[in-house]
Protein backbone atom coordinates (compact mmCIF):
# COMPACT_ATOMS: atom_id res chain seq x y z
CA UNK A 1 0.00 0.00 0.00
CA UNK A 2 1.06 3.71 -1.19
CA UNK A 3 1.96 5.66 1.98
CA UNK A 4 2.10 9.15 -0.17
CA UNK A 5 -0.70 10.95 -0.83
CA UNK A 6 -3.35 10.09 -3.79
CA UNK A 7 -4.71 13.56 -5.08
CA UNK A 8 -6.11 14.77 -8.33
CA UNK A 9 -4.95 18.07 -7.58
CA UNK A 10 -1.94 20.00 -7.72
CA UNK A 11 -0.72 23.62 -7.34
CA UNK A 12 -0.90 24.29 -11.62
CA UNK A 13 -3.54 21.51 -12.74
CA UNK A 14 -6.42 19.37 -11.87
CA UNK A 15 -7.99 16.19 -12.74
CA UNK A 16 -11.81 15.58 -12.72
CA UNK A 17 -13.43 12.83 -14.92
CA UNK A 18 -14.66 13.26 -17.95
CA UNK A 19 -18.30 14.35 -18.80
CA UNK A 20 -20.67 14.75 -22.04
CA UNK A 21 -20.29 18.67 -21.82
CA UNK A 22 -16.38 17.93 -22.53
CA UNK A 23 -16.76 16.21 -25.81
CA UNK A 24 -17.42 19.31 -27.94
CA UNK A 25 -13.77 20.70 -26.64
CA UNK A 26 -12.02 17.20 -26.83
CA UNK A 27 -12.91 16.79 -30.66
CA UNK A 28 -12.06 20.27 -31.39
CA UNK A 29 -8.73 19.64 -29.75
CA UNK A 30 -8.25 16.59 -31.04
CA UNK A 31 -8.77 17.69 -34.77
CA UNK A 32 -7.38 21.00 -34.70
CA UNK A 33 -4.41 21.45 -37.60
CA UNK A 34 -1.66 21.08 -35.14
CA UNK A 35 -1.75 18.00 -33.69
CA UNK A 36 -4.41 15.77 -35.78
CA UNK A 37 -1.89 14.36 -37.30
CA UNK A 38 0.03 12.57 -34.18
CA UNK A 39 -3.30 11.82 -32.22
CA UNK A 40 -6.18 9.11 -32.48
CA UNK A 41 -7.79 10.60 -35.38
CA UNK A 42 -4.80 10.65 -37.30
CA UNK A 43 -5.62 13.35 -40.00
CA UNK A 44 -9.90 12.28 -40.15
CA UNK A 45 -12.53 14.14 -38.95
CA UNK A 46 -14.71 11.39 -37.50
CA UNK A 47 -18.42 12.67 -36.67
CA UNK A 48 -19.54 13.64 -33.17
CA UNK A 49 -21.05 10.04 -32.32
CA UNK A 50 -18.48 8.59 -34.08
CA UNK A 51 -15.55 10.18 -31.73
CA UNK A 52 -17.15 9.44 -28.56
CA UNK A 53 -17.20 5.63 -28.95
CA UNK A 54 -13.58 6.09 -29.93
CA UNK A 55 -13.10 8.18 -27.01
CA UNK A 56 -14.32 5.60 -24.82
CA UNK A 57 -12.76 2.39 -26.84
CA UNK A 58 -10.35 0.39 -24.53
CA UNK A 59 -10.29 2.78 -21.96
CA UNK A 60 -9.40 2.07 -18.39
CA UNK A 61 -10.08 5.48 -17.12
CA UNK A 62 -9.59 9.15 -18.35
CA UNK A 63 -9.45 12.54 -17.27
CA UNK A 64 -9.81 16.05 -18.08
CA UNK A 65 -7.21 18.09 -17.13
CA UNK A 66 -7.93 21.58 -16.11
CA UNK A 67 -6.02 24.26 -15.11
CA UNK A 68 -6.08 24.49 -11.09
CA UNK A 69 -6.50 28.50 -10.94
CA UNK A 70 -9.95 29.16 -12.99
CA UNK A 71 -10.92 25.47 -14.16
CA UNK A 72 -9.73 26.18 -17.93
CA UNK A 73 -9.80 23.03 -19.87
CA UNK A 74 -6.19 22.01 -21.27
CA UNK A 75 -6.48 18.72 -22.66
CA UNK A 76 -7.57 14.91 -21.69
CA UNK A 77 -5.26 12.33 -20.29
CA UNK A 78 -6.19 8.22 -20.80
CA UNK A 79 -5.13 4.68 -19.84
CA UNK A 80 -6.06 2.42 -22.50
CA UNK A 81 -5.61 -0.90 -23.55
CA UNK A 82 -4.90 -2.65 -20.63
CA UNK A 83 -2.95 -5.70 -19.95
CA UNK A 84 -3.81 -7.22 -16.81
CA UNK A 85 -2.44 -10.82 -17.07
CA UNK A 86 1.22 -8.98 -18.03
CA UNK A 87 0.41 -5.81 -15.54
CA UNK A 88 0.82 -3.07 -18.11
CA UNK A 89 -1.11 -0.23 -20.02
CA UNK A 90 -0.97 2.25 -22.10
CA UNK A 91 -0.98 6.29 -21.73
CA UNK A 92 -1.85 8.99 -23.65
CA UNK A 93 -2.20 12.72 -23.14
CA UNK A 94 -4.14 15.39 -25.57
CA UNK A 95 -2.75 19.02 -24.55
CA UNK A 96 -3.34 21.92 -26.06
CA UNK A 97 -0.87 25.29 -25.98
CA UNK A 98 -0.66 27.19 -23.42
CA UNK A 99 2.26 29.32 -21.01
CA UNK A 100 4.26 26.92 -19.64
CA UNK A 101 3.04 23.65 -21.45
CA UNK A 102 5.39 21.55 -20.36
CA UNK A 103 5.26 22.31 -16.99
CA UNK A 104 1.47 21.22 -16.94
CA UNK A 105 1.66 18.39 -18.83
CA UNK A 106 4.32 17.00 -16.63
CA UNK A 107 2.30 17.67 -13.59
CA UNK A 108 -0.38 16.13 -15.28
CA UNK A 109 1.43 12.80 -16.31
CA UNK A 110 2.85 13.30 -12.90
CA UNK A 111 -0.49 13.11 -10.95
CA UNK A 112 -2.08 10.74 -13.12
CA UNK A 113 0.57 7.71 -12.77
CA UNK A 114 0.50 8.28 -9.17
CA UNK A 115 -3.58 7.53 -9.78
CA UNK A 116 -2.46 4.21 -11.38
CA UNK A 117 0.05 2.61 -9.54
CA UNK A 118 -1.74 3.51 -6.66
CA UNK A 119 -5.59 1.59 -8.35
CA UNK A 120 -4.17 -0.90 -10.71
CA UNK A 121 -1.40 -3.83 -10.14
CA UNK A 122 0.63 -2.60 -12.62
CA UNK A 123 4.66 -3.49 -13.42
CA UNK A 124 5.18 -0.17 -15.97
CA UNK A 125 2.68 2.01 -18.30
CA UNK A 126 4.01 2.30 -21.47
CA UNK A 127 3.50 5.68 -24.37
CA UNK A 128 4.00 5.80 -27.72
CA UNK A 129 5.16 8.98 -29.23
CA UNK A 130 5.86 10.88 -32.54
CA UNK A 131 9.51 11.54 -33.80
CA UNK A 132 7.76 14.93 -34.14
CA UNK A 133 6.99 15.33 -30.43
CA UNK A 134 10.53 14.10 -29.60
CA UNK A 135 11.20 17.75 -28.24
CA UNK A 136 9.06 17.21 -25.58
CA UNK A 137 10.74 14.53 -23.92
CA UNK A 138 14.02 13.82 -24.47
CA UNK A 139 15.29 14.58 -21.26
CA UNK A 140 13.05 12.70 -19.39
CA UNK A 141 14.64 9.79 -20.84
CA UNK A 142 16.14 7.39 -18.67
CA UNK A 143 15.55 9.71 -15.92
CA UNK A 144 11.60 9.29 -16.24
CA UNK A 145 10.98 6.76 -18.33
CA UNK A 146 13.23 4.02 -20.43
CA UNK A 147 12.68 4.02 -24.43
CA UNK A 148 12.19 0.46 -25.08
CA UNK A 149 11.78 0.53 -28.66
CA UNK A 150 11.44 2.48 -32.11
CA UNK A 151 9.34 1.84 -34.60
CA UNK A 152 11.28 3.04 -37.89
CA UNK A 153 9.69 5.22 -40.40
CA UNK A 154 6.48 4.14 -39.05
CA UNK A 155 3.99 7.24 -39.28
CA UNK A 156 3.69 9.19 -42.60
CA UNK A 157 3.04 13.08 -42.37
CA UNK A 158 4.48 16.30 -44.54
CA UNK A 159 5.73 13.82 -47.25
CA UNK A 160 7.89 11.71 -45.19
CA UNK A 161 7.79 8.69 -42.65
CA UNK A 162 8.54 9.54 -39.43
CA UNK A 163 10.21 7.36 -36.63
CA UNK A 164 7.47 6.40 -33.45
CA UNK A 165 9.11 5.66 -30.03
CA UNK A 166 7.91 3.65 -27.45
CA UNK A 167 8.15 4.51 -23.79
CA UNK A 168 8.00 2.61 -20.97
CA UNK A 169 7.21 3.89 -17.21
CA UNK A 170 8.10 1.30 -14.62
CA UNK A 171 6.46 1.33 -11.37
CA UNK A 172 9.65 0.60 -9.33
CA UNK A 173 11.75 4.19 -10.94
CA UNK A 174 8.56 6.26 -10.64
CA UNK A 175 6.99 5.13 -7.18
CA UNK A 176 10.51 6.84 -6.34
CA UNK A 177 10.45 9.35 -7.63
CA UNK A 178 6.58 10.49 -7.56
CA UNK A 179 7.56 10.64 -3.81
CA UNK A 180 9.97 13.26 -4.16
CA UNK A 181 7.75 15.02 -6.36
CA UNK A 182 4.71 15.22 -5.79
CA UNK A 183 4.82 17.46 -2.50
CA UNK A 184 6.75 19.69 -4.89
CA UNK A 185 3.62 19.56 -7.31
CA UNK A 186 0.57 19.75 -4.87
CA UNK A 187 2.38 22.85 -2.86
CA UNK A 188 0.09 25.18 -2.42
CA UNK A 189 -3.07 23.83 -3.74
CA UNK A 190 -6.21 23.27 -1.88
CA UNK A 191 -4.87 19.45 -1.17
CA UNK A 192 -1.76 20.86 0.47
CA UNK A 193 -2.23 24.20 2.32
CA UNK A 194 0.85 25.36 1.62
CA UNK A 195 1.76 28.29 -0.23
CA UNK A 196 2.91 27.13 -3.43
CA UNK A 197 6.77 28.15 -4.36
CA UNK A 198 7.95 30.40 -7.25
CA UNK A 199 7.41 27.48 -10.63
CA UNK A 200 10.48 27.59 -12.73
CA UNK A 201 10.19 29.38 -16.46
CA UNK A 202 8.81 27.03 -18.88
CA UNK A 203 11.12 25.11 -21.29
CA UNK A 204 11.12 26.66 -24.41
CA UNK A 205 9.77 24.96 -27.57
CA UNK A 206 11.25 25.25 -30.88
CA UNK A 207 8.05 24.59 -32.96
CA UNK A 208 6.48 27.41 -34.82
CA UNK A 209 3.67 28.72 -32.77
CA UNK A 210 0.94 27.21 -35.20
CA UNK A 211 2.79 23.64 -34.27
CA UNK A 212 2.99 24.08 -30.59
CA UNK A 213 -0.36 21.34 -29.12
CA UNK A 214 0.91 18.35 -27.19
CA UNK A 215 -0.12 14.73 -27.96
CA UNK A 216 0.92 11.50 -27.53
Not at 45 to 61: H, K
Not at 119 to 147: D, H, M, P, Q
Amino acid sequence: MLARQITFRGKRVVLRPVEPTDYDFILQLSTSSSITYRWRTRGTTPSPPDFQVMLWRGVLCQFLIERSSDGEPLGLISAYNADFRNQTTYLAILMRDHHGGAIWTFDAIALFLNYLFANFNLRKIYAETSELSSWTFASGAGRYFEVEGTLREHEYYGGRYWDTYVLAFWRHDCEALLEKLLPTIIAGSPADGRPAPSPAGPPQDPRPPEDRTEAS
